[in-house]
């Protein structure tokens, strides 16, 4: 992404809740800010006359979808900023298909929710329920740290943080990660047989039959990829 300029996507220092589990999945973005009386007098009045309902942290969390993963903006709130907990951490699991939920702000019962094998990344976790917060945009554009979040966005996260990438370059990044995967597949078998030095190898190898060797390994494996995804 910031071949492209984009330098911004990539967001970490959560607490991470299964740190083997990749997370991949469509962003539904939620917009939490500190309350302010006026304001959400005004918000709640329209929701009540439009919906006949209050707006709160289930009015977003009933409208997910198969494939989604949750991206909460709570400002780094820990007490009283707790998106979840173990029950409705079970519903998203339930109703995303276990796509993923990705808060800057808190959790609680965090021995129920390990149970629970959806990804998860949160910055605390804490006892107290979601107070003193109004919603202000559901598939709205949201921060998350240094990250402005789009609805859409394709989410990856792994143990170490989440990247959130653009649409439009959801398959050129997906490609790429294949090829990056293959190529660090080659290298540690190259390094396993004992016979090179490593900057005989990493990163790209000088001699020409280990160049065309790996081509030809490259073009295999991508080959195989694709048949496993029924790609044409």
């Known amino acids: 992404m ?3 300029g984009y330098d911004n996507q990539y967001a970490d220092g959560f607490q991470v809740l299964h740190p083997g589990k990749t997370m991949v999945g469509r962003a539904f973005t939620v917009q939490f800010m500190p309350m302010r009386e006026d304001v959400d007098g ?13 707006l709160h942290n289930q009015t977003a969390i009933d409208m997910l979808q198969p494939g989604d993963v949750l991206v909460v903006d709570l400002f780094g709130k820990k007490v009283n900023g707790t998106m979840v907990g173990d029950k409705l951490f079970f519903y998203v699991n339930q109703a995303t298909h276990s796509g993923g939920l990705v808060v800057d702000g808190s959790v609680r019962d965090l021995d129920g929710i390990s149970e629970i094998a959806m990804p998860a990344y949160f910055r605390a976790v804490d006892p107290t329920p979601i107070g003193q917060v109004m919603l202000t945009g559901i598939n709205v554009p949201i921060r998350i740290g240094g990250v402005t979040v789009m609805p859409g966005d394709l989410v990856v996260g792994d143990r170490e943080g989440v990247y959130f990438v653009p649409p439009q370059f959801v398959k050129e990044v997906l490609d790429k990660a294949d090829e990056t995967h293959i190529h660090d597949e080659w290298t540690k078998k190259k390094f396993a047989e004992g016979k090179y030095k490593s900057s005989e190898i990493y990163g790209s190898p ?8 790996y081509k030809e390994y490259l073009q295999k494996r991508l080959d195989e990829i694709h048949k496993q995804r029924g790609e044409k």
């Open 2 to 4: 910031q071949a492209k």
């Open 42 to 54: 005004v918000v709640q009045a329209k929701s009540k006359a439009a919906t006949g309902k209050h």
């Open 206 to 213: 000088s001699d020409p039959k280990l160049q065309q060797e």
